[in-house]
């Protein structure tokens, strides 16, 4: 899909010759004969340059240059007039004009400015886009860990920043699949390119086709004007693929050839484009179990997977407690005396954690506006102590007395009864990481 330069000129002869020179070059020219049919064309043709002339039958080109300038500040406008004079051209400057040329102009004049015109507007998406992408990641340094697993999983995601092959992303809901993402990006020799991140499950099935590969003016109902695709818009860069386990079966068939070939087809068009991109994609969902139920194509996953990535729940990384309260504190700007007492922590070591890292992060920031003292106590954290404890019971302790440990013992023989001998879902019944059952099973010789 090559860039769109529109023309408005009411000078025929010259609007044809100018055309041709330009679409000789390989740039897509859109022609207006009027000033008010170069606006209307500006709304529906989604042009990356406008060339316009001053002096047009029904309204002044400068005028027309001011009011795309409000409308769309990135598009560059080169003004042209055969009435050339210092005052114009400064005033058309001053209304934001890329460029002014005088009439008659040789072709090659008018070629330079229109790729130094479209060089800047190429440069200008590209900032907005790593902007964007910068107050995303305002307060995310990256991945907070202290548990060996993590340690070893950011290892192996840096080894695989450097490479080009594709990274799959799994883990529950709240891990921190995107950061991870990003974090990949960042260290790869892609930096300097954008990072587009897609979620396919907030995308209607119907449009996923023409929001990953872009369409083509007319090729369904509301394509008003052509659309660049996230495979073009990441050129140079990442696409990140958020839930790809929901997309599609015919969809998924379109992106396997898009990752295999490097190229795509915009919806309505004949002709297939190159993309250089690096693909990462991320997922909540058990691949193999859907590709068993038929609804994930398995030669998909593999090429998705060249690079798999897992990232454990926070409940199976509780070493990452402390520092990640420490790193949460700071984001919210809380006072240096604010900290989490030691109860407090291992209550917050306990907790189970169904929504994960992004559970975490709302609770810390609740706890730093509700907070009564600068040390955040067990009972500032009242809302998950409700939600770990077990159902409400009496306990009963006979006049002889009872062990503790014997008590402790009970309950983990009960609970391994009730999960079948399985270990993980035992300790989830206990409201314990595996680890501490783990050490209890050896230290009581369960």
Same mark, same amino acid.
């Given at each position: 899909?090559? !860039?769109?330069?529109?023309?408005?000129?009411?000078?025929?002869?010259?609007?044809?010759?100018?055309?041709?020179?330009? *679409?000789?070059?390989?740039?897509?020219?859109?022609?207006?004969?009027?000033?008010?049919?170069?606006?209307?064309?500006?709304? *529906?043709?989604?042009?990356?340059?406008?060339?316009?002339? %001053?002096?047009?039958?029904?309204?002044?080109?400068?005028?027309?240059?001011?009011?795309?300038?409000?409308?769309?500040?990135?598009?560059?406008? @080169?003004?042209?007039?055969?009435?050339?004079?210092?005052?114009?051209?400064?005033?058309?400057?001053?209304?934001?004009?890329?460029?002014?040329?005088?009439?008659?102009?040789?072709?090659?004049?008018?070629?330079?400015?229109?790729?130094?015109?479209?060089?800047?507007?190429?440069?200008?998406?590209?900032?907005? &886009?790593?902007?964007?992408?910068?107050?995303?990641?305002?307060?995310?340094?990256?991945? #907070?860990?202290?548990?060996? %697993?993590?340690?070893? &999983?950011?290892?192996? +995601?840096?080894? +695989?920043?450097?490479?080009?092959?594709?990274?799959?992303?799994?883990?529950?809901?709240? *891990?921190?699949?995107?950061?991870?993402?990003?974090?990949?990006?960042?260290?790869?020799?892609?930096?300097?390119?954008?990072?587009?991140?897609?979620?396919?499950?907030?995308?209607?099935?119907?449009?996923?086709?023409? !929001?990953?590969?872009?369409?083509?003016?007319?090729?369904?109902?509301?394509?008003?004007?052509?659309?660049?695709?996230?495979?073009?818009?990441?050129?140079?860069? *990442?696409?990140?693929?958020?839930?790809?386990?929901?997309?599609?079966?015919?969809?998924?068939?379109?992106?396997?050839?898009?990752?295999?070939?490097?190229? #795509?087809?915009?919806?309505?068009?004949?002709?297939?484009?190159?993309?250089?991109?690096?693909? %990462?994609?991320?997922?909540?969902?058990?691949?193999?179990?859907? @590709?068993?139920?038929?609804?994930?194509?398995?030669?998909?996953?593999?090429?998705?997977?060249?690079?798999?990535?897992? @990232?454990?729940?926070?409940?199976?990384?509780?070493?990452?407690?402390? +520092?990640?309260?420490?790193?949460?504190?700071?984001?919210?700007?809380?006072?240096?005396?604010?900290?989490?007492?030691?109860?407090?922590?291992?209550?917050?070591?306990?907790?189970?954690?169904?929504?994960?890292?992004?559970?975490?992060?709302?609770?810390?920031?609740?706890?730093?506006?509700?907070?009564?003292?600068?040390?955040? !106590?067990?009972?500032?954290?009242?809302?998950?102590?409700?939600?770990?404890? +077990?159902?409400?019971?009496?306990?009963?302790?006979?006049?002889?007395?009872?062990?503790?440990?014997? @008590?402790?013992?009970?309950?983990?023989?009960?609970?391994?009864?009730?999960?079948?001998?399985?270990?993980?879902?035992?300790?989830?019944?206990?409201?314990?990481?595996?680890?501490?059952?783990?050490?209890?099973?050896?230290?009581?010789?369960?």
């Amino acid at each position: 899909m090559s !860039e769109i330069i529109l023309l408005i000129d009411d000078d025929q002869s010259l609007r044809r010759v100018t055309e041709y020179n330009l *679409t000789a070059k390989g740039f897509n020219v859109v022609t207006a004969a009027s000033g008010a049919q170069g606006l209307e064309y500006f709304e *529906t043709s989604a042009p990356d340059l406008v060339i316009t002339d %001053v002096k047009l039958g029904d309204m002044n080109g400068l005028d027309i240059l001011a009011k795309i300038k409000k409308d769309a500040p990135d598009i560059p406008v @080169i003004v042209m007039t055969a009435f050339g004079s210092i005052e114009m051209a400064v005033q058309a400057m001053n209304k934001g004009a890329f460029n002014f040329i005088t009439k008659p102009f040789d072709r090659e004049t008018l070629i330079l400015s229109c790729k130094k015109a479209l060089e800047l507007r190429r440069l200008r998406s590209k900032t907005k &886009l790593l902007a964007n992408e910068i107050n995303r990641l305002t307060g995310t340094k990256g991945i #907070v860990s202290a548990s060996s %697993v993590m340690k070893e &999983l950011l290892e192996t +995601a840096s080894r +695989a920043a450097n490479s080009e092959a594709t990274v799959l992303i799994t883990g529950e809901s709240g *891990t921190g699949k995107e950061v991870l993402a990003r974090l990949i990006h960042q260290n790869s020799p892609r930096s300097n390119g954008p990072m587009v991140a897609v979620n396919c499950a907030a995308i209607p099935a119907g449009l996923l086709e023409s !929001e990953l590969f872009g369409h083509m003016k007319g090729s369904f109902t509301g394509a008003i004007k052509d659309r660049k695709g996230h495979f073009q818009t990441a050129s140079s860069g *990442t696409l990140f693929l958020d839930e790809i386990g929901e997309l599609a079966t015919d969809t998924q068939v379109k992106l396997l050839r898009a990752i295999q070939e490097r190229e #795509v087809q915009p919806v309505g068009s004949e002709r297939l484009e190159s993309v250089d991109i690096r693909i %990462v994609a991320a997922t909540n969902l058990d691949l193999q179990k859907r @590709i068993a139920q038929g609804k994930f194509r398995e030669d998909l996953y593999y090429r998705l997977s060249v690079i798999p990535l897992f @990232i454990p729940p926070l409940r199976d990384r509780i070493e990452d407690i402390p +520092a990640l309260t420490t790193h949460f504190l700071k984001k919210f700007d809380a006072p240096q005396d604010v900290i989490f007492s030691h109860q407090a922590q291992e209550v917050l070591k306990a907790y189970q954690w169904p929504g994960n890292i992004r559970e975490m992060q709302n609770i810390v920031e609740r706890c730093i506006i509700l907070r009564k003292k600068t040390v955040i !106590e067990p009972e500032d954290l009242q809302l998950i102590v409700n939600e770990s404890s +077990a159902a409400t019971f009496t306990p009963f302790i006979p006049d002889k007395g009872i062990a503790l440990e014997d @008590i402790e013992k009970s309950y983990i023989i009960k609970a391994l009864e009730k999960a079948g001998q399985n270990r993980s879902k035992a300790a989830r019944l206990l409201k314990i990481p595996r680890h501490v059952l783990l050490y209890r099973l050896e230290k009581y010789k369960i």
